[in-house]
C-alpha cells in the first residue's frame, strides 16, 4: 500500500498540476503558461509510465517503456521553451523547424523502441525485460533484444546531452532577461525570473540523477522504501515548478515595447553623445527633484524617456555613462533617500507607511532596496 502511494505521488502531483494550468489557462491565455502546461502533460505521461514499472506491470511495459522514452526525451527541450517564452522578443516557439525537431527526436526514440518490442518474440521480451530493464545488466542479451539495450542506452545518453544543453542555454537566457528588467523597471519582484532560475537548477540536478538512477538501474528502488526519496523530492520539485509558473509569468515582450531584432539588446544601439549625456543627466535630476517621479510605483524607462522626450537608448547610456547606475538601482536610490529624509522628518512613522509613501508596493521591497542602498538601521 505505501509502495503504491509512494509510486503514485509524482503522478497525482502531476494531474493536479495539469488540471491548476488549464484552469488559468482558460481564464488568461498565456503563451508561457500554455507551453508549461504542454510540460505538465508530458510529466504526468512519464510517471504514468514509472508507476507502471515499479508496479511490475510487465504486460504493459512494451508500450509504456516506449512512451517513456518520448516523454523523457521532450520534457526538458519543453521546459527550455517555456522559459524562451518569457525571456525572448521572439521566442522559441515561433521556430517551426525547431519545435517540430523536438517533437521528432522523442517520437523517434519512442518509435524504434517500440518497433524492437514488437519485433521481439515474448522470450527475447521477457529476458529483456529482466535481465535489462529489472536488473541493469546486458550480458546475455542477442539479437533483436541487444539492440533494444542499444537503443535504451542511447536515449539515455540523448537525454543527458539535454540537460546539459537545456542548463547552458536556460541560464544565459534568464541572466539576459533579469539584466534588461533591471534595465527597464524599477520595481522587479513580481518580474524577475530569479525563482525560474533556481528552478532550473533543480531540475538540473534532478536530469543529472535520473541519468545516474537509469545507469544504475531503477530497480534498486522498486521494492525498498529507499523510493520515498526520489518520489517526494520529485513531488515538491513538481508542485513548485508550476506554482512559479502561475505566479511569474511576465514576459519580455510585457516589459519591453521595443522594435528591436533577435539577439540585439537596447544597450547595443548607438548612444547620445557625451554632452548629450550630461544634458540629459541635468534633466532627469530635475524631474527627480521637482516631480517627484521616482514615487510612482510600477515606474519603467520609457515612462521617464517620454516626459524627457527622448528613448530608451539615449537614457540608458546616460544612466550607465554619466552614473553609472541601472535603472531600477537609480530609482530605488532616489526611494531610499527620500524614505531616510521622511523617517527624520516624522520619527514615530511606521516602516510599512514609509514603504507605501516612498513608492514601494510592499514592505519586504523598501526592506530589502533600504539594505542595499540606505543608511539607516529599519
Known amino acids: 500500500m505505501l509502495q503504491d502511494l509512494l509510486t503514485s505521488a509524482p503522478v497525482i502531483v502531476c494531474s493536479l498540476n495539469t488540471m491548476m494550468l488549464l484552469l488559468n489557462w482558460r481564464r488568461q491565455p498565456n503563451s508561457a503558461v500554455g507551453w508549461l502546461t504542454v510540460w505538465s502533460v508530458a510529466t504526468m505521461l512519464l510517471y504514468a509510465c514509472h508507476f507502471l514499472y515499479f508496479q511490475h506491470a510487465t504486460e504493459f511495459l512494451p508500450v509504456s517503456d516506449s512512451l517513456y522514452t518520448v516523454c523523457n526525451l521532450v520534457v526538458y527541450p519543453l521546459y527550455l521553451i ?76 540523448i537525454f543527458a546531452v ?13 541572466k539576459r532577461y533579469n539584466a534588461t528588467l533591471e534595465q527597464l523597471c ?30 544504475i538501474g531503477r530497480q534498486h528502488f522498486a521494492d525498498s522504501l529507499w523510493l520515498a526519496v526520489p518520489a517526494l523530492v520529485f513531488s515538491v520539485l513538481l508542485f513548485s515548478i508550476t506554482w512559479v509558473g502561475l505566479n511569474y509569468h511576465t514576459t519580455l515582450r510585457d516589459i519591453s515595447n521595443s522594435k528591436v531584432t533577435t539577439g540585439t539588446t537596447v544597450e547595443e544601439n ?9 544634458a540629459m543627466k541635468n534633466q532627469l535630476e530635475q524631474l527627480m527633484m521637482q516631480e517627484r ?31 553609472g547606475m541601472t535603472f531600477k538601482e537609480y530609482i530605488n ?37 533600504m539594505k542595499a542602498y540606505g543608511h539607516s538601521d529599519v
Not at 350 to 365: D, H, M, N, R, W
Open 82 to 157: 517555456y522559459i524562451s517564452e518569457q525571456t525572448d522578443l521572439q521566442p522559441l516557439s515561433s521556430k517551426p523547424l525547431l519545435v517540430g525537431g523536438v517533437w521528432v527526436l522523442g517520437l523517434l526514440g519512442g518509435v524504434i523502441i517500440f518497433t524492437l518490442y514488437a519485433v521481439m518474440d515474448e522470450s527475447e521480451t521477457h529476458e529483456f525485460i529482466n535481465t535489462f530493464l529489472y536488473n541493469n545488466r546486458s550480458d546475455g542479451l542477442e539479437g533483436t533484444a541487444w539492440l533494444q539495450y542499444v537503443a535504451h542506452r542511447t536515449c539515455q545518453t
Open 333 to 369: 536610490r532616489q526611494r531610499i533617500a527620500y524614505a531616510e529624509e521622511l523617517m527624520r522628518r516624522v520619527p514615530n512613522i511606521s516602516k510599512i507607511e514609509v514603504a507605501s509613501q516612498s513608492g514601494y508596493g510592499t514592505p519586504s521591497s523598501f526592506y530589502r532596496n
Open 162 to 174: 539535454e540537460v546539459v544543453v537545456v542548463a547552458m542555454i536556460g541560464y544565459r537566457k534568464i
Open 186 to 215: 524599477a520595481d522587479t519582484d513580481d518580474k524577475s525570473l530569479r525563482p525560474i532560475g533556481i528552478i532550473l537548477q533543480l531540475l538540473v540536478v534532478t536530469g543529472v540523477l535520473s541519468f545516474a538512477v537509469n545507469y
Open 293 to 323: 517621479i521616482f514615487l510612482r510605483q510600477d515606474l519603467r524607462l520609457d515612462d521617464v524617456a517620454l516626459m524627457l522626450g527622448t528613448n530608451r537608448t539615449y537614457l540608458l547610456a546616460t544612466l550607465r555613462n554619466e552614473m
Open 270 to 278: 548607438k548612444p547620445a553623445s557625451q554632452n548629450d549625456q550630461r
